[in-house]
């Protein structure tokens, strides 16, 4: 039910796709808008940026936000099912690191049972989209609590999840 409500408030924030795009900033190389998507019980908007373009926005970058937007549970899904294995893999890593640095690993790390559970630790802030790759491919920026100096990055090729690691791999495509 929330996130129905949720994609419905993101529908009409794009009601006027053109209007949007015309209110994106220029930072940069980048074109960047600001969108409130349904992401675990985030409240907080991510950056929505475009990159390698020459003046606007290009074709193959709205097709892929739109298709992001229709798809969005599927691949929020998907990236908080990677996210939350990969920390299932390094939580002890995390909390031995959190440990010797006198800092609490329940704050910073904690032991946690499912995916949802991250929330608390975790903050989705960037989607990237690059002008010169196909429709379907993007990176996702994450704050992670865990992790505050590299944080999460997912990268989507042809709409699957390819790539899981650092920040930098959700804007850095070849």
């Known amino acids: ?62 097709k892929t936000l739109l298709g992001y937007l229709e798809q969005l549970d599927t691949i929020h899904q998907q990236a908080v099912e990677r996210i939350f294995t990969d920390y299932q893999t390094n939580v002890d890593i995390y909390r031995r690191a959190f440990q010797e640095w006198g800092e609490d690993p329940d704050e910073h790390a904690p032991l946690v049972n499912s995916a949802e559970d991250l929330a608390p630790v975790m903050l989705y802030q960037s989607l990237f989209i690059p002008s010169w790759k196909d429709v379907g491919t993007f990176g996702m920026g994450f704050w992670a609590k ?29």
Do not use: Y
């Open 1 to 62: 039910m929330v996130e129905t409500f949720a994609k419905r408030r993101v529908s009409v924030q794009l009601e006027n796709l053109a209007e949007w795009l015309e209110g994106l900033r220029k930072e940069d190389d980048l074109l960047v808008g600001e969108l409130h998507v349904p992401f675990l019980q985030q409240k907080e908007s991510i950056e929505v940026c475009f990159v390698g373009q020459k003046r606007a926005v290009t074709e193959s970058q709205q």
């Open 146 to 174: 865990w992790e505050v100096e590299h944080g999460v990055g997912i990268k989507f090729e042809s709409w699957r999840l390819l790539e899981a690691g650092e920040n930098s791999v959700h804007f850095c495509f070849e």
